[in-house]
């Protein structure tokens, strides 16, 4: 893992054009991973299914530092669809149904986060207009009460955690 390093214009884009939709509840997956699992046991980690994950990662970080958001936008739109493969249920209805949405918006790419199932997020990539994407939100959010719009920022530095520590040594 390290971290990208690209110029702030694209940066700022990137930052002004992605959305974090939160689909209404937590992100529960254990009984559709475990199927998953149980699938892939005889595939192996060499795993085609896997594979096509995996080169969805590198797309995207190619397509980062070269500041072609249609390419990322591909990868992400790949990358759900190769979750989709490995089982239907890890792309929920409700992640289908803000993609279809997302995608009448014009949106050029969409990713069901973490391992897939239901709950949990919907990250997507907006066209270039900054209405549309406003326009895009407000219907995600009027389709079902839950969908909620998160405000993202995008960390050059990734997850950074401060400890602080009590005079006796302990974390508090």
Not at 156 to 163: A, M, S, V, Y
Request: glycine share 8%.
């Amino acid at each position: 893992v390290s971290q990208i390093h690209v110029p702030n214009a694209v940066w700022w884009e990137l930052e002004r054009r992605l959305a974090l939709i939160y689909l209404g509840k937590s992100h529960v997956s254990s009984k559709v991973h475990e199927k998953v699992i149980a699938e892939l046991q005889d595939e192996g980690p060499e795993s085609p299914r896997l594979q096509a994950l995996r080169v969805t990662a590198e797309k995207s970080r190619d397509a980062v530092y070269a500041g072609d958001f249609r390419a990322l936008g591909q990868a992400m739109i790949e990358n759900t669809e190769a979750q989709g493969r490995l089982h239907p249920d890890l792309v929920s209805h409700d992640a289908q149904r803000v993609i279809e949405i997302a995608r009448d918006f014009g949106a050029v790419g969409w990713k069901v986060n973490g391992a897939g199932g239901e709950g949990g997020s919907v990250t997507l990539l907006c066209p270039e207009q900054s209405y549309v994407k406003r326009e895009m939100i407000r219907a995600i959010e009027a389709e079902n009460p839950h969908y909620r719009h998160i405000p993202i920022y995008l960390s050059r530095f990734g997850l950074r955690i401060w400890e602080q520590y009590s005079a006796q040594g302990r974390a508090v």
